[in-house]
């Protein structure tokens, strides 16, 4: 079956992924006069695309969720960023000792792009809050705070050396569409982060862990109807160390190709 000239003319065409931000409080360096708050993503992301073949566009979260909608129409892929802690209200707790700030607007926000995105088939990336956002918009829990939650024995997932140097390692499952795309069982990782899954949400399936026994990474049970990967590690920190991190953006980005040209030849 032929496509159409639409879908022709996106055979050459490069890819637009959403990468979601952050906001951010800042004042004049000069002045000290308050200038509002920032929207702002670590420039990893955006060059972590763009290396990967794909456009970034940055999504930012003051947009009223209804409007996810719109945005939506002008990307192929979601990256859903790393950030403030996600409030346990989505996964229907109270905050427990531990938890650490929260960004009332970027989870509202988040939380509708991603179900509207996950309805309309587009790609999905999360990264470290990324991944945590996938868990709790699918049904799944999150431990708000490991070290107090889940005792002494774990790593320590909060590293104080350089981004781009591991903290530990993961195992990932070998028969995963991860284990596809970064061609290794065992990687070498960084760690940000005191969240982590606790309960997995249905539709998702475990491709890998720390030693510690803390999920690392999660991906849609159907590959065939939904591209969705989480990973818990920075990996946008780390594209220059290993190929297995650089890998998933290039992943990601190929899938959003694929489904701009599905979209383009319907």
Same mark, same amino acid.
């Given at each position: 079956?032929?496509?159409?000239?639409?879908?022709?003319?996106?055979?050459?065409?490069?890819?637009?992924?959403?990468?979601?931000?952050?906001?951010?409080?800042d004042a004049g360096s000069a002045t000290h006069q308050? !200038?509002? @708050? /920032?929207?702002?993503?670590?420039?990893?992301? %955006?060059? &972590?695309?763009?290396?990967?073949?794909? *456009?970034?566009?940055?999504?930012?979260?003051?947009?009223?969720?209804?409007?996810?909608?719109?945005?939506?129409?002008?990307?192929?892929?979601?990256?859903?960023?790393?950030?403030?802690?996600?409030?346990?209200d989505y996964y229907g707790e109270e905050c427990a000792?531990?938890?650490?700030?929260?960004?009332?607007?970027?989870?509202?926000?988040?939380?509708? !792009?991603? @179900? /509207?995105?996950?309805?309309?088939?587009?790609? %999905?990336? &999360?990264?470290?809050?990324?991944?945590? *956002?996938?868990?709790?918009?699918?049904?799944?829990?999150?431990?708000?705070?490991?070290?107090?939650?889940?005792?002494?024995?774990?790593?320590?997932?909060?590293?104080?050396?350089?981004?781009?140097?591991?903290?530990?390692?993961?195992?990932?499952?070998?028969?995963?569409?991860?284990?596809?795309?970064?061609?290794?069982?065992?990687?070498?990782?960084?760690?940000?982060?005191?969240?982590?899954?606790?309960?997995?949400?249905?539709?998702?399936?475990?491709?890998?862990?720390?030693?510690?026994?803390?999920?690392?990474?999660?991906?849609?049970?159907?590959?065939?109807?939904?591209?969705?990967?989480?990973?818990?590690?920075?990996?946008?920190m780390m594209r220059e160390v290993g190929i297995e991190?650089?890998?998933?953006?290039?992943?990601?980005?190929?899938?959003?190709?694929?489904?701009?040209?599905?979209?383009?030849?319907?």
């Open positions: 079956m032929r496509l159409s000239r639409a879908a022709d003319q996106k055979i050459g065409w490069t890819p637009v992924v959403g990468v979601t931000a952050s906001l951010k409080g308050p !200038l509002g @708050r /920032l929207v702002q993503t670590d420039l990893d992301y %955006v060059e &972590g695309v763009i290396n990967a073949g794909g *456009v970034p566009m940055i999504l930012p979260p003051v947009v009223e969720p209804r409007m996810a909608e719109v945005l939506l129409d002008g990307i192929d892929g979601l990256l859903l960023s790393g950030g403030s802690d996600l409030a346990p000792p531990g938890l650490d700030v929260t960004n009332p607007e970027r989870d509202a926000f988040e939380i509708a !792009l991603l @179900r /509207l995105a996950l309805r309309r088939g587009i790609p %999905v990336l &999360g990264i470290c809050r990324g991944m945590q *956002v996938l868990n709790a918009a699918l049904g799944g829990t999150l431990y708000q705070d490991l070290p107090s939650q889940l005792g002494k024995d774990i790593l320590n997932h909060w590293q104080e050396t350089p981004k781009w140097q591991p903290a530990h390692e993961i195992e990932v499952l070998c028969d995963s569409h991860l284990a596809e795309i970064t061609r290794c069982q065992h990687v070498k990782v960084n760690s940000y982060h005191h969240q982590g899954i606790k309960e997995l949400a249905g539709g998702l399936a475990v491709t890998a862990r720390s030693s510690d026994g803390v999920i690392e990474a999660v991906e849609c049970n159907d590959f065939s109807e939904q591209w969705l990967i989480g990973v818990q590690w920075h990996a946008e991190h650089k890998n998933l953006f290039k992943a990601h980005v190929c899938a959003a190709k694929r489904h701009a040209l599905r979209r383009a030849a319907a």
